[in-house]
């Protein structure tokens, strides 16, 4: 039997609203998306951090396998999906067998690092609003949806950025109401919308100058 013989025999279906795990549970096994999409979250002081929304062709509880230690978030089927459900066994022999795979979990490992050191860059502002526009331009770049007009779509409502960034809603609100006016980001009944990420890089320089050189206001 091939390896592909054998991943098929792996493959389940998920539907939405279906919790695959939670944050400290055991992990002996890994999941490829095959079709659907997963959420990815934690909880941080009561509250949800979303950290990922996957999908097709991405795989995640890897983390649980590789260093045999509890699962460090919870995972939710958001999107009737298809996976491959991959125990430690068959994931050793996926490794040693497929350079491919091996070469996909490093440069995931390490674009999770990259991720990580720019949410700590993140939570180091005081200023509430760097804090929003960075918390958007990480999500833009390690989560967006690229849409067809070249906007990218930040699959997030006004609780879960509040939470990612550290603040409150209603600091959250107060700086989007100003991004609103500059038509930097719009917010949509599926998340933010970013019409041109560059500009939202643009104005994080304009932040970190008035940081540098004394205080001008978004307005």
Do not use: C, W
Not at 137 to 166: C, I, K, R, W
Not at 184 to 206: A, S
């Amino acid at each position: 039997m091939t390896m592909t013989d054998k991943l098929a025999k792996l493959a389940i279906d998920a539907p939405a609203g279906t919790l695959l795990f939670r944050d400290g549970d055991e992990g002996d096994e890994m999941y490829v998306i095959q079709r659907g999409k997963i959420r990815i979250f934690t909880e941080v002081r009561g509250q949800e951090k979303q950290l990922a929304i996957l999908d097709q062709g991405d795989f995640f509880g890897e983390m649980a396998l590789l260093n045999s230690k509890p699962r460090t978030a919870s995972a939710e089927v958001v999107e009737d999906a298809r996976l491959l459900r991959i125990d430690a066994k068959t994931f050793g022999a996926m490794i040693v067998s497929n350079t491919e795979i091996a070469v996909r979990l490093i440069k995931k490992l390490a674009r999770r690092l990259d991720s990580a050191n720019t949410l700590i860059d993140l939570l180091m502002h005081r200023d509430p609003k760097a804090r929003v526009i960075l918390g958007l331009a990480h999500e833009a770049e390690f989560n967006g949806e690229a849409q067809p007009d070249g906007s990218v779509l930040v699959p997030l409502d006004m609780s879960g950025l509040a939470t990612q960034v550290g603040l409150t809603a209603e600091e959250v609100a107060a700086v989007l109401r100003r991004l609103d006016r500059l038509k930097i980001v719009e917010q949509t009944p599926t998340g933010f919308r970013i019409p041109d990420v560059m500009r939202l890089h643009e104005f994080l320089e304009f932040l970190q100058m008035r940081e540098k050189f004394g205080d001008v206001g978004l307005d």
